[in-house]
Structures are given as structure tokens and as C-alpha cells.
């Protein structure tokens, strides 16, 4: 998915690591890439007072709540 249009959270790689900890090198654990994906969703927003549909992360989701309740 693309990236969020709020705050620019995007996606982000890190490794998969498997339960096989320590010992020599001949027994160490597996590791793996894999990516790390933010939670995206295509909303229609409020912003500066006109409806907007943007892509937007769900943390930024409940903060943009949190603020029109105050």
C-alpha cells in the first residue's frame, strides 16, 4: 500500500529472527528479511474545513478523533 498522506509513515524492512537463540555460529538462528507495513486505509477526512479523501494510518485516524472531540 502507499504510504500515509498525515504523518508519512511508509513501509520499513527489518528481520525475521526464529526461535533458535545462541551458540556458535553453526548454530545460530535463521534470520530473514521482511517488511514492516502500516496500517492504511483510504478515509474521507475534515481538513481545513473541506471533506477530503486521503490515505491515512490508522494512529492518525484515532488522533484526528481525539482532537475533534476537545
Given at each position: 500500500?502507499?504510504?500515509?498522506?498525515?504523518?508519512?509513515?511508509?513501509?520499513?524492512?527489518?528481520?525475521?529472527?526464529?526461535?533458535?537463540?545462541?551458540?556458535?555460529?553453526?548454530?545460530?538462528?535463521?534470520?530473514?528479511?521482511?517488511?514492516?507495513?502500516p496500517n492504511v486505509h483510504r478515509q474521507n477526512v475534515i481538513k481545513n474545513g473541506v471533506v477530503v479523501?486521503?490515505?491515512?494510518?490508522?494512529?492518525?485516524?484515532?488522533?484526528?478523533?481525539?482532537?475533534?472531540?476537545?
Amino acid at each position: 500500500m502507499s504510504k500515509c498522506d498525515e504523518c508519512g509513515k511508509a513501509t520499513t524492512f527489518g528481520r525475521n529472527i526464529q526461535y533458535n537463540h545462541g551458540g556458535k555460529w553453526f548454530r545460530r538462528a535463521p534470520k530473514t528479511n521482511r517488511t514492516f507495513k502500516p496500517n492504511v486505509h483510504r478515509q474521507n477526512v475534515i481538513k481545513n474545513g473541506v471533506v477530503v479523501k486521503m490515505h491515512i494510518c490508522t494512529r492518525c485516524l484515532r488522533t484526528l478523533a481525539k482532537r475533534a472531540v476537545q
